[in-house]
């Protein structure tokens, strides 16, 4: 904790500060564009956006990491929250707090508890499925807030007013940067400046509003935003705390999901080393603070974050920075922010998650996996037909289901020696000999309780292919554990093949395995040797 601060450097101030700056003008409309989302005030997204980030900085390990509102995870809690409150109103802005204030605890919990490594819980085509399908799922949302109504009605100005922030915004997405660095900015500032494209379009939007009265035309607008800071909240629903539990629960395993992600991302281009556990108590802090302050749910933001990095932020002062900048913009005047139109503020939300469609995961998938391809679709389909919870859910069955599905069906190789070696490959892969009555088998996958049935249906399989075997020697370079089930089923393999005068060896035992062997009666029971090698065991064995 605080290790950055110790060591800091005047030499990297003038980075930290810059990023600050930059985060701090990309979060208001960010923020507010994503409180949106949850179903809350756009003013809750900036308070949102203001201890957070100090906290994390506080008690978290990566250095460039930008906490704040972020799209699932605002889409996760209007999905938590609708059904027990009205969108927007009091109840549900002390829910959503609550909710932060309960997913913050559970992840700081987890951290004390070091439990880090459920991060591995989620595959990353699935992680990418439900991202596709979070995504979809927001755009589509927001769709009635551009168009100024229910679909299929139309509201014209309100629509003209959403369609042209999305053509810009597309448009410095794809080009802006480019532009800048044709006009002779550098790259790093060509790319900043593109980032910012939405605070100048929030920005002319609202100029806009004002000059064109379009509040008198039926437009949106947010409405008055309150200045000063937040105060502290300690409203909490005592009626609501079950209810909330659940999904607390899920929210809390994805801001650390997201949260991580966009931090291993930036600590592999930095070549620093992440704490897990510490992620976890910093991204819980940082929860219960937006909590205290009336926010609502937050984690790290890749896109947010890779700006933070790219503008220079070297330290987590970065996010202090950010922080109080956006403490001091709501201690300034805000009555510009009532005329900010929400079509715009929809159309920033749309080419945002727009953004997160990535589809190279699911072409990588397909031509490497077609179970993970099918895994990231069924994900992306399980948010978008039942919902982000169940997705989620969804997400965390279908990728242990794949591993299982995987370990179960181990792979089983019939081994040979390459000529004049004392190597043993794959015969099908490589110009090997056996000998007539040796068959040996490699088990390429450690023995339990969801494969040994799998394991021993394929020895009979290759028995029953090579009939003149006498001996029977499994390879065991890949085996790192035999659970008690397993254990059991080569017992039951031995008893079966020296019934029909087969002897059952094993080589190539890695130590933790036969150390646990040793404790077993498989080893005294065993009609067959153990032997150093495989090359050993064929040529004890061709002797005989």
């Known amino acids: 904790m605080l290790q950055w601060l110790r060591n800091y450097r005047r030499a990297l101030l003038p980075g930290d500060i810059s990023a600050g700056i930059v985060v701090a003008l990309m979060m208001i409309p960010q923020g507010m564009a994503y409180a949106l989302v949850a179903g809350l005030p756009p003013v809750a997204g900036i308070y949102a956006s203001i201890l957070p980030p100090i906290l994390y900085a506080l008690f978290g390990s990566s250095m460039t990491q930008s906490v704040g509102p972020m799209a699932i995870i605002s889409l996760m809690t209007a999905a938590a929250l609708a059904p027990l409150a009205a969108p927007g109103s009091g109840l549900y802005i002390v829910l959503a707090a609550q909710l932060a204030l309960a997913s913050g605890a559970v992840l700081l919990l987890c951290g004390l508890l070091r439990l880090g490594y459920v991060a ?15 995504a979809i799922v927001i755009a589509v949302g927001q769709l009635k807030v551009l168009a100024g109504g229910a679909l299929p009605q139309v509201h014209v100005p309100s629509a003209m007013l959403g369609g042209a922030a999305i053509v810009l915004l597309l448009l410095a997405k794809y080009y802006l940067a480019a532009l800048l660095r044709s006009a002779g900015l550098p790259a790093r500032v060509a790319d900043i400046g593109a980032r910012l494209a939405p605070m100048l379009v929030v920005l002319g939007a609202t100029l806009l509003s004002a000059v064109m009265d379009l509040p008198a035309l039926g437009v949106q607008c947010t409405g008055e935003v309150a200045s000063g800071l937040p105060g502290l909240n300690l409203a909490t629903s005592s009626a609501h705390w079950r209810a909330l539990l659940q999904p607390a629960l899920l929210i809390g395993f994805m801001i650390f999901l997201l949260g991580m992600s966009a931090a291993q991302t930036l600590a592999l281009k930095r070549q620093e080393k992440l704490q897990s556990n510490m992620e976890l108590v910093g991204l819980g802090v940082a929860n219960i603070g937006s ?35 956006l403490a001091l913009a709501l201690v300034a005047p805000t009555g510009w922010l009532a005329l900010l139109p929400l079509p715009a503020l929809a159309a920033t939300i749309i080419v945002a998650v727009l953004g997160m469609l990535e589809l190279d995961t699911l072409r990588t998938a397909w031509r490497y996996d077609r179970g993970d391809a099918l895994a990231l679709l069924a994900t992306a389909g399980g948010v978008i037909a039942l919902g982000v919870d169940y997705g989620v859910i969804l997400g965390v069955l279908l990728s242990l289901g794949t591993l299982i599905w995987r370990a179960s069906r181990p792979h089983i190789a019939v081994l040979g020696r390459i000529a004049g070696t004392e190597h043993f490959r794959n015969i099908e892969r490589y110009p090997a000999g056996t000998v ?61 093949l020296r019934q029909r005068g087969i002897g059952l060896h094993l080589a190539e035992v890695k130590g933790p395995v036969m150390d646990r062997l040793k404790t077993s009666d498989l080893i005294g029971a065993i009609n067959g040797r153990i032997f150093l090698s495989a090359a050993m065991a064929s040529d004890a064995l061709a002797l005989k």
């Open 436 to 496: 007539p009555d040796v068959l040996m088998l490699r088990i390429d996958a450690n023995l339990f309780f969801g494969n040994v049935e799998a394991v021993n249906a394929r020895i009979e399989d290759e028995l029953a292919l090579h009939p003149a075997t006498r001996h029977l020697v499994l390879v065991m370079t890949a085996v790192s554990s035999i659970d008690t089930s397993a254990l059991f089923g080569l017992g039951e393999l031995n008893l079966a």
């Open 291 to 325: 909590a205290l302050t009336g926010g609502l749910p937050v984690t790290g933001s890749l896109s947010r974050s890779g700006v933070n990095f790219a503008a220079g932020a070297n330290t987590p002062l970065a996010s202090i920075i950010t922080g109080v900048l």
């Open 120 to 134: 591995n819980f989620f595959s990353r085509p699935v992680m990418s499925g439900f991202t596709i399908g979070a």
